[in-house]
T-cell receptor, first 113, second 114 residues
Framework: AQSVSQHNHHVILSEAASLELGCNYS??????LFWYVQYPGQHLQLLLK??????LVKGIKGFEAEFIKSKFSFNLRKPSVQWSDTAEYFC???????????FGDGTTLTVKP | DTGVSQDPRHKITKRGQNVTFRCDPI?????LYWYRQTLGQGPEFLTY????????KSRLLSDRFSAERPKGSFSTLEIQRTEQGDSAMYLC????????????FGSGTRLTVV
């Protein structure tokens, strides 16, 4: 069975600090990987995705993530966070031939101005 | 395109009652998904459709839950004989075919069973 583990439940940073949110997955096959974000009062939206090729993927708002196959990881990074990045972040995995995605339990990011 | 729409936004029901939720996906999207989310947890898969065909249903889903997608357009999720444990946010998402695409989510329906 596929699963996703997000190690940090709540991260608090000051503006301009660097961000790295951990995501490890378990799946017996090739995968597609996603990060979704939920800003306060808004619905979940796609931040970035990996499906093949370059393991370093770039998303919206300066976020990037690196797929490390040997570590089953897909960590999210941003060099300098802003107050507006305060949100909940969810990592998700999908088998390349599967229909559904499996989500982690999320990391709440609070950025202090 | 106004995105994925869900109705109602909130539903309060008494234990034992039946409830039905509706989801209107993005019109070009073949796939439609239902997830459930409780506080502190990530979205939990319930079921998904490709066009009108229900291709997968979670083993965790009891027989009280049923979903339909007639004509491959909107979808409904019905919960019969609701229990307090059914209280959650019910999320609908849609996507195009293929592994390249992520989901577009709706705003969800929050169910409270009293």
């Amino acid at each position: 069975a596929q699963s996703v583990s997000q190690h940090n439940h709540h991260v608090i940073l000051s503006e301009a600090a660097s961000l790295e949110l951990g995501c490890n997955y378990s799946y017996g096959g090739t995968v597609n990987l996603f990060w979704y974000v939920q800003y306060p009062g808004q619905h979940l939206q796609l931040l970035l995705k990996y499906f093949s090729g370059d393991p370093l993927v770039k998303g919206i708002k300066g976020f990037e993530a690196e797929f490390i196959k040997s570590k089953f990881s897909f960590n999210l990074r941003k060099p300098s966070v802003q107050w507006s990045d305060t949100a909940e972040y969810f990592c998700a995995v999908k088998g390349t031939n599967a229909g559904k995605s499996t989500f982690g339990d999320g990391t709440t990011l609070t950025v202090k101005p | 395109d106004t995105g994925v729409s869900q109705d109602p936004r909130h539903k309060i029901t008494k234990r034992g009652q039946n409830v039905t939720f509706r989801c209107d996906p993005i019109s070009e999207h073949n796939r439609l998904y239902w997830y459930r989310q409780t506080l502190g947890q990530g979205p939990e898969f319930l079921t998904y459709f490709q066009n009108e065909a229900q291709l997968e249903k979670s083993r965790l889903l009891s027989d009280r839950f049923s979903a339909e997608r007639p004509k491959g357009s909107f979808s409904t999720l019905e919960i019969q004989r609701t229990e307090q444990g059914d209280s959650a946010m019910y999320l609908c998402a849609s996507s195009s075919d293929g592994t390249y695409y992520g989901y577009t989510f709706g705003s969800g329906t929050r169910l409270t069973v009293v």
